[in-house]
């Protein structure tokens, strides 16, 4: 072990928030002396755990995450899109109502890892808001928080309803403030405190996906939100865990069950402050990309890999053709090191209840990722 020291006391590696002899390693370093141990000893550890035909190591932790005491599972997060309350105005528009909370809230990253989050509604990131593009969109925010907040939409709104200290007060704590304004463009967006100083209102996780449908909604597909996310966990202004949906190794510790032959749609966001760009790549197949998802028509196609700067956001597209274990991560090998990362368990339609049995789902789970893509959100 004493090899692993300087790696272990890296400035990149450093972590907060690990506890016993662990204290200040690295999550990086713990998964390689995890790896290290594994290695050479020829065999997994007795207290390895093993989930869907995958072992610990290979750039897994050890460990769970308590996702009951987080408050969100990110299997879940995968489809749980929020229509909000609807009903309609005089006017025949349709309108949907939404209460955001900013709450100071303490959350499990990775094994072990705590980070004192912002949240909206108590998690990272926030609940994906979902509407047709037309809608009237009212958004309660209450600050429950001991920080001033605000919730800035991206899209087209009048300037009262942006949410930046340009156009308003920051709401204060106690405070409240309604956001109301019609949905425009369809497309994959994006909402995020935009409170200063803002790198740390994003960084500290007040942020979430925003999806407009078009009018007459998308093909049918499995669709899925990815939020890319990552967290400097002893604020030296360099992320030291990296995930999508926030828990790192979530996707490897728990494959995401998809069936042979069928559209997959992944709703892709990069919301990493620090660093400067992010990426996705997808292991033996190919994807349409839509930019923004402003777009019906892709604007690349059959690619493996994209690359988004922050607040960047797109629209994926594939099918897996054979059944198998496939990664995606980001090809910047530090952010897979450090948590980004994970895999799709695609089997064959006969084998698919089982696969979401291991995953810790069950059909309910795969009706919700279908929903919104029936002519629009409901």
Request: proline share 6%.
């Amino acid at each position: 072990m004493k090899h692993l020291l300087p790696e272990l006391l890296s400035r990149r590696n450093v972590l907060k928030g690990l506890s016993g002899t662990l204290g200040f390693l690295g999550l990086g370093a713990l998964v390689k002396a995890q790896n290290h141990s594994q290695n050479h000893s020829g065999h997994q550890t007795a207290n390895a755990p093993s989930h869907a035909g995958h072992p610990a190591g290979n750039n897994h932790m050890l460990g769970t995450v308590d996702h009951v005491a987080n408050g969100f599972d990110p299997m879940q997060m995968l489809v749980d899109f929020d229509y909000g309350k609807v009903s309609t105005l005089p006017s025949g528009q349709t309108l949907r109502e939404y209460t955001i909370y900013a709450e100071d809230r303490e959350i499990e990253i990775a094994p072990g890892v705590k980070f004192a989050a912002w949240t909206y509604n108590g998690r990272v990131p926030g609940p994906t808001i979902r509407c047709t593009e037309g809608d009237r969109l009212r958004i309660r925010f209450v600050n429950t928080s001991s920080h001033p907040h605000t919730i800035h939409f991206h899209g087209i709104h009048p300037a009262e309803m942006d949410g930046t200290i340009l156009n308003g007060p920051e709401i204060q704590p106690g405070g409240t403030f309604t956001y109301e304004f019609d949905a425009e463009p369809f497309g994959c967006h994006l909402y995020h405190c935009h409170a200063l100083p803002l790198k740390r209102h994003i960084h500290k996780g007040l942020y979430g996906a925003f999806i407009i449908d078009p009018r007459g909604g998308r093909p049918p597909a499995k669709e899925l939100i990815m939020v890319m996310n990552a967290f400097d966990t002893n604020f030296d202004n360099a992320n030291d865990v990296y995930a999508v949906n926030t828990v790192a190794f979530a996707y490897a510790n728990t494959p995401i069950p998809l069936q042979v032959g069928e559209r997959v749609r992944v709703y892709l966001i990069n919301i990493l402050e620090f660093d400067f760009i992010n990426s996705f790549h997808l292991h033996a197949n190919m994807f349409d990309y839509y930019d923004h998802g402003t777009t019906l028509t892709p604007t690349l196609k059959t690619v493996d890999t994209i690359s988004q700067v922050q607040g960047q956001r797109g629209i994926l597209e594939f099918a897996y053709r054979y059944p198998g274990q496939y990664m995606f991560h980001p090809h910047i090998s530090e952010f897979t090191e450090l948590g980004w990362m994970g895999h799709f368990n695609v089997v064959k339609p006969e084998d698919y209840a089982d696969a979401l049995q291991q995953s810790g789902v069950d059909m309910a789970w795969d009706r919700k990722s279908k929903a919104g893509a029936k002519g629009g959100a409901k």
